[in-house]
C-alpha cells in the first residue's frame, strides 16, 4: 500500500460518519439518475434503457426507502450513539465492515437489475448483512452505556423494522408475491424511517434551537415518540387491512402532533439562522404530509375517490425525509470537517431546491394532464439540487479536518 492511499485511507475511515455520508451522497444522486429515464420514457413514450428484471416501481420504491437514507442515519448515529448514552465509541474495525457491506451490496444490485432476480437477491443478502452488522454495533454501544432513554430504545426498534422491511423485499424479489413488495414499502416507511427521523428530530431540533437562539426553552414533548410509534403502527395496520378510508383515525392524530411540536420548537423564531432553519423547515413537511394522508382518508370515506394519489406519500418522502436528510447532513458534515456552522448561500438554495422538487410532485397528482411531465421536472430539481450538494459537501469526507483535529 502506498503512503499517499494510506494516508488517504487513514483520513477516509478516520470516523465512521465519512464513510457512509459519501455513500449516501454517491446514492442520493444515483437513486434518481436510475429513476429519470423511466420518467423521461413516461413524457416521450421512448425507453433508452432495457427493462429491469423487476417491475420498475418496485425498484424506485425500494431505491428511495432503503438505497439513500439508511447511509446517513447509520452514519449519524454511529456518532452520536457513544455521546448521547455515554457508551464506548463505535471502532474502525466495526464501522470499515459496515461500509463495505452496505456498499457492496448496491454496487452488486444495480447491475443485477439487468442481469437476473438471483444477483438482485445476492445484493439483497450482501447489503442486509452490512445493516445488521451496523445495527449489532449500535446495540453493543446501547447495552454498554451508561445512560440509556426512550429515544434510543424506540430506535433500535426501529432498525430492527428496516432490517425485516429488507428482508422482505427479499422474499418479494425472490417469489414476485406483491404482498411482500407491500410489507417491504410499508415497513420502510413507517415503521424504518419515520420513527428514525422523528425521533433524531425530537432529540436534536431542540437542542440545536437552544444553541442558536437566545432565551430559548428547549421543549420536549414526552408524548411525542410514543404517540408517533403508535400512530405509525396504526397507519400500516389500517392500510395493510384494507381500510385506507379509516387511516385518518391514525394520521390525523400525528398530524395535530407534528404541527404542535413546529409550534412550541418556535418555527418562525428559527429563521434567526439558516441552518436551523433548514431543520425547522424539513420538520414542518412532517405536519404537512400528515394532513394531506388525513384529507386523503376522510375524502376517500366520504365520496370513495381517491382525489390525492401519491401526494401524501411525496410530501413525506421528499418533503420530511429528505429535506432532513440534507439539514442534519449539512450541520453534522460541518461540525465534524472543522467548517464554521452555518449553511452559506448553495446549502441554503439546495433545501429550496428539494422543496420545490417536493411542491411539483405533489401538482403532478392534481393535473393529471401534464402529471408526467411535472414529476419529470420533480426529478430533475431533485437530482440538479442534489448535485450541487454532493459537490459542496462529498469532498469533505475525503479530506481532513479543516481545524486539523482528529475524527
Known sequence: MSSRFAHFWSVFTAAPHRLLFFCGAVQIIGTPG?????????????????????????????????????????????????????????????????????????????????????????????????????????????????????????????????????????????????????????????????????????????????????????????????????????????????????????????AAAALHHSWVWQFRRSFHARLLAMLHIAFLWLGVAMVLYALQSLVLLVTGTDYFGRAPLHALGIGFFTSMVVAMASRVTLGHSGHALSADTLTWAVLLGVNASALLRIAGEFLPSIGATLNLAAGAVWLVSLLAWVMRYAPMYLQARADRQPG
Open 34 to 254: 436510475w429513476w429519470l429515464p423511466e420518467l423521461a420514457a413516461r413524457v416521450t413514450g421512448n425507453a433508452w434503457l432495457p427493462a429491469p428484471v423487476l417491475p420498475a416501481v418496485w425498484v424506485h420504491a425500494f431505491l428511495m426507502i432503503y438505497g439513500v437514507f439508511p447511509f446517513f442515519i447509520f452514519g449519524f448515529l454511529f456518532t452520536v450513539y457513544p455521546r448521547w448514552m455515554a457508551g464506548p465509541v463505535i471502532p474502525r474495525r466495526a464501522y470499515v465492515p459496515v461500509f463495505a457491506l452496505l456498499c457492496g451490496g448496491f454496487l452488486i444490485f444495480y447491475p443485477g437489475l439487468y442481469l437476473h432476480r438471483l444477483v438482485v437477491a445476492l445484493a439483497l443478502l450482501v447489503f442486509a448483512a452490512g445493516w445488521a452488522g451496523a445495527l449489532w454495533s449500535l446495540l453493543s454501544v446501547y447495552t454498554n452505556a451508561r445512560q440509556r432513554g426512550v429515544h434510543e430504545r424506540l430506535l433500535n426498534l426501529a432498525l430492527a423494522a428496516g432490517l425485516l422491511g429488507v428482508g422482505c423485499f427479499l422474499i418479494a424479489v425472490l417469489s414476485g408475491d406483491i404482498l411482500f413488495f407491500r410489507l417491504a414499502r410499508e415497513f420502510g416507511i413507517w415503521l424504518f424511517l419515520l420513527p428514525v427521523v422523528f425521533l433524531v428530530a425530537h432529540r436534536m431540533i431542540p437542542f440545536f434551537s437552544q444553541s442558536a437562539l437566545m432565551n430559548y426553552i428547549m421543549v420536549r414533548p414526552a408524548w411525542g415518540p410514543p404517540l408517533m410509534l403508535l400512530c405509525a403502527g396504526g397507519h400500516v395496520l389500517l392500510e395493510l387491512a384494507g381500510y385506507p378510508a379509516w387511516r385518518f383515525l391514525a394520521d390525523l392524530p400525528l
